[in-house]
């Protein structure tokens, strides 16, 4: 990381009362010692001269959470930290067993480190760009930002209203820098409600680019429960989360696929399948379960055992034999020559299977005229187990947002998105070693999420839980977490991150001047 020691546009938050986007919730304004507003800098504004350091920000009071660490320079065993940097309230960081917490020099901070910083996200933004060296090495950025337009009552630890107008300014010049840490393949996701959908969208078509857009994808966030049900017109029970490449053209999203039930078209069965194919014989699934069960006929035995009985078989059969188990499908008269006359071939001899070889392809087989297609090609591995299996579609109702309050060991009312829905985006978007950036970390998800996963992490959030909710959770994800994630990723502890704090400016002798931001 670079230490200069040049003059600063020092940034310092304005006091509350006079924020004009509502104050609360990463959304502090700002102003520099010249009287300009950050909201009112453009790009060109920021950038640096020759040899200048624009902002003079850097990192202070920084702390290492490692679940390793020499034993002769740090205690172990359950305990708690404090330090100068803690919230005001005085609440004390819990370290259970085998977590260690090392204070370290700045210096010492690497692109290797997983970062949580606390300040404001614009210049952590900033820093990351100019001082940090991040430009370019962000695979994936998800931001969950403030979008209540009217004066909203809650008991929330944030505050989230906005004017319209303060709100795209706030969010333009932060999203404008957040491009700059993409990689080329890399992929930025915006969750925001009904009220900023449409607003967010053309802003980021105007940042990224409309050939940029990938999906807008619906999660479903509420069920239909509690007095909520009785409010007049449609309830509302859905987010948005908006999908946007930095080079679409070089973006390689990872293939995703929900579990699905039996598809009953998979009703067919061969029955002697190590024979060779043109020796292969076929019936149903249903007329062999009847036969192993000494029924007539597969009707007698749905009329005894009941159809939904008799589809369960079917269902398991086809789970645990989907080698054999097939349905057949139409061949088209451009699927090819060779497959096309091999299809009028077989019409003639409905008796006889058919093999359609292709190098690196499964192989065609036809009977009668259509194509088999093996129940195993509609298997996926999901979470270690075979599945029937679609693709994933835009709009995700199986993530639950119930009984998530518990997730990380901390609570921040209104604040938390499950671990489920950002381990399906960092999925989609990601691969274990990549980084991965929040600037409105709120309770910490996305980094405990990365840090299961595998990736990097790099969070940004100005308010002061931060200490005793954030930095708690990525704690509590190092000793061993179970909530969440955890059994899926057969999560159980390890790896380390790096607390530290924005501060800006340096004095001539190189020491800090200036105060945290």
């Known amino acids: 990381m670079k230490k200069k020691h040049h003059s600063t546009i020092v940034v310092s938050p304005l006091p509350r009362h006079t924020s004009q986007c509502g104050g609360g919730r990463h959304c502090e304004p700002l102003v520099r010692k010249d009287g300009k507003s950050a909201a009112d800098l453009s790009w060109t504004d920021n950038q640096p001269a020759e040899d200048d350091n624009p902002t003079g920000i850097h990192l202070v009071n920084t702390v290492r959470y490692t679940s390793s660490a020499d034993a002769a320079t740090t205690k172990t065993g359950s305990r708690t930290l404090r330090n100068e940097a803690e919230e005001p309230t005085g609440n004390p960081l819990c370290i259970p067993d085998g977590v260690h917490a090392i204070p370290i020099d700045p210096a010492a901070v690497t692109h290797d480190d997983n970062l949580i910083i606390k300040g404001d996200n614009l210049v952590g933004l900033h820093w990351m760009l100019e001082e940090g060296g991040y430009r370019g090495k962000v695979k994936c950025i998800y931001i969950d930002p403030p979008y209540f337009f009217t004066r909203h009552k809650s008991k929330l630890a944030y505050n989230s209203n906005f ?306 909710i954030t930095t708690q959770r990525l704690i509590n994800v190092i000793g061993g977490d179970t909530t969440g994630i955890s059994k899926e990723q057969g999560w159980a502890g390890g790896g380390a991150f790096t607390y530290a704090e924005l501060a800006e400016g340096y004095d001539e002798t190189g020491e800090t001047s200036g105060g945290i931001v």
């Open 163 to 468: 004017q319209k107008e303060d709100w795209l300014a706030f969010l333009k010049e932060r999203l404008t820098l957040a491009r700059e840490l993409l990689s080329d393949d890399g992929s930025f996701f915006a969750q925001i409600s009904d009220q900023g959908v449409g607003e967010l969208l053309m802003l980021l078509k105007e940042i990224f680019g409309e050939r940029n857009f990938v999906n807008m994808i619906t999660a479903r966030t509420k069920s239909t429960s509690g007095f909520a049900t009785v409010n007049k017109g449609l309830f509302n029970a859905a987010e948005y989360i908006l999908v946007f490449a930095k080079n679409r053209q070089k973006w390689q999203p990872n293939n995703l696929y929900t579990p699905t039930e039996w598809d009953d078209t998979y009703r067919h069965l061969v029955k002697n399948p190590d024979d060779h194919p043109s020796m292969w014989r076929t019936t149903t699934i249903a007329d062999h379960l009847a036969a192993q069960q000494g029924y007539d006929t597969a009707h007698t035995m749905r009329k005894t055992l009941g159809t939904q009985k008799v589809r369960d078989m079917e269902a398991r059969y086809a789970a645990a034999h989907p080698h054999q188990v097939f349905r057949f499908t139409q061949i088209r008269d451009n699927a090819g020559t060779t497959i096309a006359n091999t299809r009028d071939e077989s019409k003639r001899k409905p008796r006889t299977v058919y093999t359609v070889p292709r190098a690196g392809h499964h192989d065609v087989h036809i009977l009668r005229g259509r194509e088999m297609a093996f129940y195993e090609r509609k298997l996926r591995m999901i979470d270690g187990k075979l599945t029937p299996a679609v693709k994933m579609l835009n709009i995700w109702t199986d993530v639950s947002y119930d009984g998530i309050s518990p997730e990380g060991g901390v609570q921040l009312r209104g604040g938390k998105k499950p671990e489920r829905l950002m381990r399906r985006i960092l999925q989609l978007a990601t691969n274990e070693g990549d980084l991965v950036v929040d600037f409105f970390l709120g309770s910490g998800t996305t980094a405990a999420v990365a840090h299961k996963m595998g990736r990097k992490y790099i969070g940004i959030e100005q308010m002061g839980y931060i200490k005793h």
